[in-house]
């Protein structure tokens, strides 16, 4: 009879025992999943701050840069108003609490000496290693002798693109470093030769210490115009052309892309001459190209936008 007692008493024990493990383990898994679901609801939460705190493109910011831009012009290289412009671009960088760096040289042109400005500021990527992608623009205008020639489209809607770009890329968290790189003289001061153009970015390329280090140059020139259509440059680098493709897919904005293959040379092309992958967002097709006509008129809020998102869109893709 003891022993049964003590055999009853010690099933007892076990079922009881085993009855109180499951009901821990439940308890546990119960505990697990709220935290899991709270984990969860944490991270979506996070998710929808960030997008709600991410800045988005605003076109009325770009287009005020613009006319900005053409409020001080003309921004031919060496003059006055030139430098009102630099002051501006200059301005618009200690804004957002980034450092600027200036190349101030002075280079032989077909007009005598002139004075030029390459100004750079960069946001670090994540990585720390010091590769870059380059975001760039001339912001010089064409000299005419006895013209007073704005470069609304040509180039103060590339810059102003850049300008606002500027806050976006500074509010993101991208792998590699970017680079603003507001170009000077990359107009002929006569006629277009190898020696009479692209001075800024010829400079710049002079002083590039390893090329490894680019992983892409976007230069954005003439990107203003109504019904923006973006040529397919064939100077430009092959895979940064794809990029452009499927950025501009992924927007759903092909109708920005023009239906010709044309050769343009720009800023990009002493980059792609060094073996840097480059490529030019252009709309070469513009009826005011140098003319007294680039002004504010055939500006268009909408197509600094769309770029900007096609900029922006690359930028993603080239990050992953
Ligand atoms: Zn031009």
């Not at 002051?87 to 032989?108: C, M």
Request: aromatic share 8%; hydrophobic share 35%; proline share 2%.
């Amino acid at each position: 009879m003891k022993n049964k007692i003590i055999i009853i008493f010690l099933l007892s024990f076990c079922i009881f025992a085993t009855l109180f493990l499951i009901s821990c383990e439940e308890n546990l898994t119960d505990q697990n999943k709220t935290e899991v679901s709270t984990k969860y609801t944490t991270k979506e939460k996070t998710e929808k701050m960030q997008q709600k705190n991410e800045l988005q493109f605003s076109r009325e910011s770009a287009y005020n840069h613009c006319k900005n831009i053409v409020d001080l012009s003309p921004r031919v290289s060496g003059t006055e108003s030139h430098k009102r412009v630099r002051s501006y671009i200059k301005n618009e960088i200690e804004k957002n609490n980034l450092k600027i760096i200036e190349d101030i040289f002075v280079t032989k042109t077909p007009i005598g000496d002139v004075e030029m400005d390459n100004i750079t500021t960069t946001i670090k990527g994540t990585e720390e290693n010091g590769n870059k992608i380059i975001l760039a623009a001339h912001y010089d205008s064409k000299y005419f002798k006895d013209e007073k020639f704005l470069g609304a489209n040509d180039n103060a809607s590339g810059v102003a693109v850049l300008l606002e770009l500027l806050k976006i890329v500074k509010g993101k968290k991208y792998k590699y470093d970017i680079e603003f790189l507001f170009l000077d003289g990359e107009e002929a001061f006569a006629n277009w030769s190898d020696t009479d153009s692209l001075y800024g970015s010829r400079r710049y390329v002079s002083q590039i210490k390893s090329i490894r280090k680019i992983n892409a140059v976007i230069l954005l020139d003439m990107v203003g115009e109504k019904n923006i259509k973006i040529d397919f440059d064939m100077n430009s680098s092959p895979e940064l052309t794809d990029i452009l493709i499927e950025a501009t897919q992924n927007l759903n904005l092909t109708s920005c892309f023009s239906k010709r293959f044309i050769a343009i040379e720009d800023d990009h092309m002493p980059f792609v001459t060094m073996g840097i992958p480059a490529i030019d967002i252009i709309d070469f097709e513009y009826d005011d190209w140098h003319t007294k006509n680039d002004n504010m008129e055939n500006i268009s809020s909408k197509s600094l936008e769309n770029v900007g998102l096609i900029t922006l869109k690359m930028l993603d893709i080239l990050n992953k």
